[in-house]
């Protein structure tokens, strides 16, 4: 009698707890088999930016490459590489490959051909960059730290700015970018002397810097040399507008963003007596070409036209009336 009791006791106790039970099962099967696919699902995100940025990147001497090929389903060879000062791979299977200046996508084809063709049927070959030793750049100028940088990756011009301690406050609003210039640098050619021979790339410092544009901000190339001149270095053309003609203080002004025809007149003291703001031009240079804009700023001051803005180097003239 006490042992059917019992158990009816222990049956009527495992009916009321095993919803329970079983609702516990439930979740923790749930947190199971829902976890790697999450986890899975974080890889493969956190893989296709790795990857992204790889594929953009070009190979260089010394760097890392991790090479893993797949057939039949599984992983065949996993082995990482150093790429040589010559540029070149020891790929498994293949041999000696020159790899300097392709892109992650170009070498995992060049891999793939020969796999497929004598080891392997569908064959997949999956690179990465290990590690970055070929990322290198050079600045110099009005920077509190100038010199050759090794970056792990693609870099920024803020990115570089920061890795050299930042600009001094001295410096000119204007940064040069000399693309494929480091082995001229390197062989002692002055930044000076060779910014003659190349067209630079010019970024506008006063706008990245002290209006935080960051449009200006552009990622830079393997190689790349940077020269920030200091403010009194600077040309003139690079940094101040020029008012002459019928104004009260006639001369040369420094640049500022935004700055128009009609503020520089401002700058300039105003009008005088005999001026005809009317006829005002702006002569506008660059290396080969110069342009004339015709202004009236009567029609600007009156608000019936818009002013125009002004670009370092510019020149104001400012006519005499005819009388």
């Given at each position: 009698?006490?042992?059917i009791?019992?158990?009816?006791f222990?049956?009527?106790?495992?009916f009321?707890?095993?919803?329970i039970?079983m609702?516990?099962?439930?979740?923790?099967?749930?947190?199971?088999?829902?976890?790697?696919?999450?986890i899975?699902?974080?890889?493969?995100?956190?893989?296709?930016?790795?990857?992204a940025?790889?594929?953009?990147?070009?190979?260089?001497?010394?760097?890392?490459?991790?090479?893993?090929i797949?057939a039949?389903?599984?992983?065949?060879?996993k082995?990482?590489?150093?790429?040589s000062?010559?540029?070149?791979?020891?790929?498994?299977f293949?041999?000696?490959?020159?790899?300097?200046?392709?892109?992650?996508?170009?070498?995992?084809?060049?891999?793939t051909?020969p796999l497929?063709?004598?080891y392997?049927?569908?064959?997949?070959?999956?690179?990465?960059?290990k590690?970055?030793?070929?990322?290198h750049?050079?600045?110099?100028?009005?920077?509190?730290?100038?010199?050759?940088?090794?970056?792990?990756?693609?870099?920024?011009?803020?990115?570089?700015?920061?890795k050299?301690?930042?600009?001094?406050?001295e410096?000119?609003?204007?940064?040069?970018?000399?693309?494929?210039?480091?082995?001229k640098i390197?062989?002692?050619?002055?930044?000076?002397?060779?910014?003659?021979?190349?067209?630079?790339?010019?970024?506008?410092?006063?706008r990245?810097?002290?209006?935080?544009?960051?449009?200006?901000?552009?990622?830079?190339?393997p190689?790349?040399?940077?020269?920030?001149?200091?403010?009194?270095?600077?040309?003139?053309?690079?940094?101040?507008?020029?008012?002459?003609?019928?104004?009260k203080?006639?001369?040369?002004?420094?640049?500022?963003?935004?700055?128009?025809?009609?503020?520089?007149?401002?700058?300039?003291g105003?009008f005088?007596?005999?001026?005809?703001?009317?006829?005002?031009?702006?002569i506008?240079?660059?290396?080969?070409?110069q342009?004339?804009i015709?202004?009236?700023?009567?029609?600007?001051?009156?608000?019936?036209?818009?002013?125009i803005?002004?670009?370092p180097g510019?020149?104001?003239?400012?006519?005499e009336?005819w009388?």
């Open positions: 009698m006490v042992v009791c019992l158990f009816h222990f049956a009527s106790l495992l009321l707890i095993s919803p039970i609702n516990g099962l439930i979740k923790i099967t749930k947190y199971i088999f829902i976890t790697p696919f999450i899975a699902a974080g890889l493969l995100i956190f893989s296709g930016f790795s990857n940025q790889d594929n953009d990147y070009l190979i260089g001497p010394r760097d890392v490459l991790t090479l893993i797949y039949g389903g599984e992983e065949q060879q082995v990482d590489l150093t790429v000062s010559q540029g070149t791979i020891n790929a498994p293949i041999g000696p490959i020159n790899v300097k200046g392709m892109s992650i996508r170009q070498l995992e084809s060049t891999i051909g497929a063709k004598n392997f049927v569908n064959p997949q070959v999956n690179i990465r960059v590690e970055y030793h070929s990322l750049y050079y600045i110099s100028g009005a920077v509190k730290s100038p010199g050759m940088y090794e970056m792990s990756s693609k870099t920024s011009l803020m990115e570089l700015l920061a050299a301690g930042g600009v001094l406050p410096r000119g609003n204007v940064a040069y970018i000399l693309r494929e210039s480091l082995e390197q062989e002692g050619e002055k930044i000076e002397d060779f910014l003659l021979q190349k067209d630079p790339i010019k970024i506008d410092l006063k990245l810097l002290d209006l935080g544009d960051m449009s200006y901000n552009i990622v830079l190339q190689g790349d040399v940077i020269y920030i001149p200091l403010e009194k270095t600077l040309d003139l053309a690079e940094s101040k507008i020029y008012v002459e003609g019928e104004v203080k006639p001369g040369v002004y420094d640049f500022q963003v935004g700055l128009t025809a009609m503020n520089a007149c401002i700058m300039a105003g005088d007596k005999f001026a005809a703001p009317n006829r005002t031009k702006i506008r240079r660059d290396k080969e070409n342009e004339i015709k202004i009236n700023l009567d029609d600007v001051r009156e608000g019936k036209i818009p002013d803005e002004l670009k510019d020149r104001i003239h400012v006519p009336a009388l």
